[in-house]
């Protein structure tokens, strides 16, 4: 779904931002009759307040949108999405009240407001639509929330329609679009070309398991990105009850997630030579499927012991983390629905990440409050090796115990790299309807990336 700007046209309506303590100050601006209407309606500027003043002929004349106080804002984001969905139709003007940093969430937000899954059943359209607000990146912003759009509709498709062909033939797509080259590696050929792991966490599925090798630019940085698409998780063996089961469509949010950042990096021509990772499978159950205490030997050579057949995203990811890492990339990033534990930490609306760079979680960190995409660093911590370590094998991928479950994946994770590398531990999914974001798949800390990328490869 494209998500734009509309065209500059003659019959705009003049839409006002109108901050807590600049009330006196628009009202005073106002005609008599504007200031007895805007008080009459009980006007008061507060947040995601919306008023259309009338010109005598009975047509909107201008809208008042309330801005609240800073307080009131730091509730939220995106406030200008939840006003653009309260507006009469109409082609709307932004022409006082923002500007910098909050004029971009503003334009962004209304962007994102637009979007719709209205793959399986028409939904409404949206009536206000935004002209690109002047002393903004009006493409850069519509390339962002348009690939943002990507990603809500990969992980919003259900896994009927989802599976990994479907995921294959989406980054097909999304490379053809922007000349970008890819290689599929599926089903036994992942045994012969050293991909254990991917292969045994996908290979009950009927729906063959395989890794998509994404490749575009041809100069800069080498960035690869790392995205779990398990395009349903059942739990395998150890199968997850039925309540824990019901949102699994979306366990390759983290592939959606790097697609719609690679969209991003394209569309926008960023420096740098991107590879996008995806190994794309089922967790299925089968006669042939894997099983706890299993030992399964990685592509790096590292045993694992499978100790919950529903910890099988550790396990793909960690054989592309060692494709990844064997050409030596300037980062490596690798994002992932991985545990229910990193939900029950930072709960929907934050991204955590794991990183042993500091100069890496600054610039993150200060980027995400910039482009209002949250992230929040969590610890690498070293002394936690031991929980993943089961003594009959190298590894375990489900240690026992329940303690530090989001932090003891990173560390498994990091076992199979050794160049600079960033994990997110996302969950993918807006689970109650917000501003900007509708209740269903949601991309999380792509754009907090994207504002970091100068900083974290050098650009
Ligand atoms: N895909 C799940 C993690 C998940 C669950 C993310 C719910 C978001 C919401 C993952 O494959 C999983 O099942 N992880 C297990 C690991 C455990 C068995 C060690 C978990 O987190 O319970
Ligand atoms: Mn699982
Ligand atoms: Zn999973």
Redesign the pocket.
């Known amino acids: 779904m494209l998500l734009t700007f509309a065209a500059d046209c003659d019959d705009s309506i003049p839409l006002r931002v109108v901050d807590h303590a600049a009330l006196d100050a628009a009202l005073a601006d106002l005609s008599d009759a504007g200031r007895a209407w805007a008080q009459a309606q009980g006007f008061t500027a507060a947040l995601g307040q919306v008023l259309a003043l009338p010109d005598t002929q009975g047509a909107i004349a201008q809208v008042l949108v309330g801005y609240g106080t800073a307080n009131a804002r730091a509730r939220g984001r995106f406030h200008m999405g939840a006003a653009a969905a309260k507006l009469p139709a109409g082609t709307y003007k932004i022409v006082a009240g923002l500007a910098g940093p909050d004029l971009e969430e503003a334009a962004l937000g209304w962007l994102l407001s637009q979007y719709k899954f209205d793959r399986y059943a028409p939904a409404k359209a949206t009536i206000a639509q935004l002209i690109a607000p002047e002393g903004i990146d009006a493409e850069k912003t519509a390339i962002i929330a348009s690939a943002e759009a990507l990603t809500r509709d990969l992980i919003n498709t259900p896994a009927s329609d989802m599976g990994p062909q479907e995921l294959e033939d989406a980054a097909r797509a999304l490379s053809g679009e922007y000349g970008a080259k890819i290689a599929v590696i599926t089903g036994e050929d992942l045994l012969t070309q050293n991909f254990p792991m991917i292969h045994t966490v996908g290979r009950a599925s009927r729906r063959a398991p395989r890794l998509l090798d994404m490749r575009w630019g041809e100069t800069g940085p080498l960035l690869t990105l790392v995205g779990k698409g398990?395009c349903f998780?059942t739990?395998g063996l150890?199968i997850?009850p039925g309540a824990?089961m019901g949102?699994?469509k979306k366990?390759m949010g983290g592939a959606a997630t790097v697609l719609g950042l690679a969209q991003m990096i394209m569309g926008l021509g960023l420096p740098v030579r991107l590879r996008v990772l995806i190994p794309a499978v089922e967790?299925s159950i089968d006669g042939d499927a894997f099983r706890p205490q299993d030992i399964l030997t990685s592509r790096k050579g590292l045993t694992v012991e499978i100790n919950?057949t529903?910890?099988?995203?550790r396990l793909v990811l960690a054989d592309a983390l060692t494709y990844a890492d064997e050409e030596m990339p300037a980062l490596v990033i690798s994002m992932a629905?991985?545990?229910?534990?990193?939900?029950v930490a930072v709960g929907p609306d934050i991204a955590p990440f794991y990183t042993d760079s500091d100069a890496a979680a600054t610039a993150l960190g200060m980027a995400a409050t910039t482009v209002a995409d949250p992230v929040w660093r969590m610890p690498f911590h070293t002394p936690y090796e031991t929980l993943i370590e089961p003594g009959v094998a190298d590894l375990d991928?489900?240690?026992g115990g329940g303690m530090a479950?989001s932090i003891t994946?990173a560390l498994f994770l990091r076992r199979f790299i050794d160049s600079p590398y960033i994990h997110f531990d996302i969950?993918g999914w807006q689970p109650v309807a917000a501003p900007a974001r509708p209740k269903g798949g949601v991309g999380m800390g792509a754009r907090a990336i994207l504002a970091a990328l100068p900083k974290l490869l050098d650009l």
């Open positions: 398990v998780d739990g150890n997850k824990s949102l699994m366990d967790n919950n529903d910890a099988e995203g629905t991985l545990t229910g534990a990193a939900r991928n489900a240690p479950g994946a969950y």
